[in-house]
T-cell receptor, first 111, second 114 residues
């Protein structure tokens, strides 16, 4: 079973920031928070991951609370192409650790 | 750098038949994982191969099997197909020395069982 809970859906206006929350209250000390997204009919795409510090890359920012029980993925300037299902996953780092997907959150970016 | 290549993209099979799907990983990636995606169950892990050995296995019946070749290319096979096997089958390759473990998915094979 997935170890994360996410809202079912949310929307935001194009050009605005999209803040996608995720709860992972049972996260272990050696587990990272990963975010992936899946655009319709494509394979999931890696976005970002972090352990306890906030992270930023060219796609998004990841804010992890100090107790690590929740996190927020931030898309700073959402575009229509960001419409997708976003998955928050917790897992141990390492290529031999599978990805356990939950239902994800469907983000709809409106014009 | 070429991505993960899955063939074929679409496939229609009849109940009772068997099917083989192929996945070519990113060059240098030695781990290949397979996932099944259906509207009802979402994305579910099938199995993972590393250096020609199955390293992880999901909760699927024995009709689902896979293998990996010395060049890291992988195949998965489903025997005695059932209607419920209709799904998008996704392959991902990964490498632990890359950000996010370099987990990269292919575009999938859409299997329809009739």
């Amino acid at each position: 079973d997935a170890k994360t809970t996410q809202p079912t859906s949310m929307d935001c206006a194009e050009g605005r920031a999209a803040n996608l929350p995720c709860n992972h209250s049972t996260i272990s000390g050696n587990e990272y928070v990963y975010w992936y997204r899946q655009i319709h009919s494509q394979g999931p795409q890696y976005i970002i991951h972090g352990l306890k510090n906030n992270e930023t890359n060219e796609m998004a920012s990841l804010i992890i609370t100090e107790d690590r029980k929740s996190s927020t993925l931030i898309l700073p300037h959402a575009t229509l192409r960001d419409t997708a299902v976003y998955y928050c996953i917790v897992r141990v780092r390492g290529a031999n650790s599978k990805l356990t997907f939950g239902k994800g959150i469907t983000l709809s970016v409106r014009p | 750098k070429a991505g993960v290549t899955q063939t074929p993209r679409y496939l229609i099979k009849t109940r009772g038949q068997q099917v083989t799907l192929s996945c070519s990983p990113i060059s240098g990636h030695r781990s290949v994982s397979w996932y099944q995606q259906t509207p009802g169950q979402g994305l579910q892990f099938l199995f993972e191969y590393f250096s020609e050995t199955q390293r992880n296995k999901g909760n699927f019946p024995g009709r689902f099997s896979g293998r990996q070749f010395s060049n890291s290319r992988s195949e998965m096979n489903v025997s005695t197909l059932e209607l419920g096997d209709s799904a998008l089958y996704l392959c991902a390759s990964s490498s632990s020395d890359q950000p996010g473990d370099g987990y990269t998915f292919g575009s999938g094979t859409r299997l329809t069982v009739v």
